[in-house]
């Protein structure tokens, strides 16, 4: 596709289940970035790759929270054993390149409800 | 990254101006100013970024002052489709830098 896409589009967990949710980049990008949002604020940083290396993971909330991109393409963040705080909708972006430019091109992100 | 301070809502009638402040008084030199956008329920959306000069492009234009402590986007004829969320994130050039998004100013166009 020519945008960025995100799947499941909507995840209904129970709490102490594990989610994977998927990320497929705009091809050719070779930065992709995960952000959280919770109701009413701001996209917050959690992690960015550049092609399958990951070079910044300080926004991690936890150790329950790990990304990953083996082949600089496709992303996957999973949650282990899912907490109600950790529902939100979970964006994905990627870019051509780190450098100055700056236009990150999001997906419209996984609404994760966590009961 | 700098922080900055934008007014929490503002409202606009269809077919004017809209005016979105922001400011940014502890920018650094090697700092960019971007905006976003977010439209309900879907992603940020790129809008437009500057470093001194003011910018247009197809969808709006950015006023930086002189002394950059400040801008302003502007979104010439507003339609119904402009009413997001507007982001101004400041960022270092040249870097790997995530965008630090605040919590924007909501932008309500109205008949």
């Known amino acids: 596709g020519a945008g960025v896409s995100q799947s499941p589009r909507y995840k209904v967990a129970k709490r102490g289940q594990d989610v994977a949710l998927r990320c497929d980049p705009i091809s050719g990008h070779v930065s992709l970035f995960w952000y959280q949002q919770a109701l009413g604020q701001g996209p917050e940083f959690l992690t960015y790759?550049?092609?399958?290396?990951?070079?910044?993971k300080s926004g991690l909330p936890s150790d329950r929270f790990f990304a990953e991109r083996p082949e600089g393409s496709v992303s996957t963040l999973k949650i282990q054993r899912t907490q109600q705080e950790d529902s939100a909708v979970y964006l994905c972006?990627?870019?051509?390149?780190?450098?100055?430019?700056?236009?990150?091109?999001f997906g419209e992100g996984s609404r994760l409800t966590v009961l | 990254d700098a922080k900055t301070t934008q007014p929490p809502s503002m409202d606009c009638a269809e077919g004017r101006a809209a005016n979105l402040p922001c400011n940014h008084s502890?920018?650094?030199?090697?700092?960019?100013v971007y905006w976003y956008r977010q439209i309900h329920s879907q992603g940020p959306q790129y809008i437009i970024h500057g470093l001194k000069n003011n910018e247009t492009n197809e969808m709006a234009s950015l006023i930086i002052t002189e002394d950059r402590k400040s801008s302003t986007l502007i979104l010439p004829h507003a339609t119904l489709r402009d009413t997001a969320v507007y982001y101004c994130?400041?960022?270092?050039?040249?870097?790997?830098?995530?965008?630090?998004f605040g919590t924007g100013t909501r932008l309500q166009v109205t008949l």
């Open positions: 994130i400041v960022r270092v050039a040249g870097t790997a830098s995530k965008l630090t």
């Open positions: 790759f550049q092609n399958e290396a990951q070079l910044d």
């Open positions: 502890t920018i650094s030199g090697n700092e960019y």
């Open positions: 972006a990627s870019s051509f390149t780190s450098g100055r430019t700056g236009e990150l091109f």
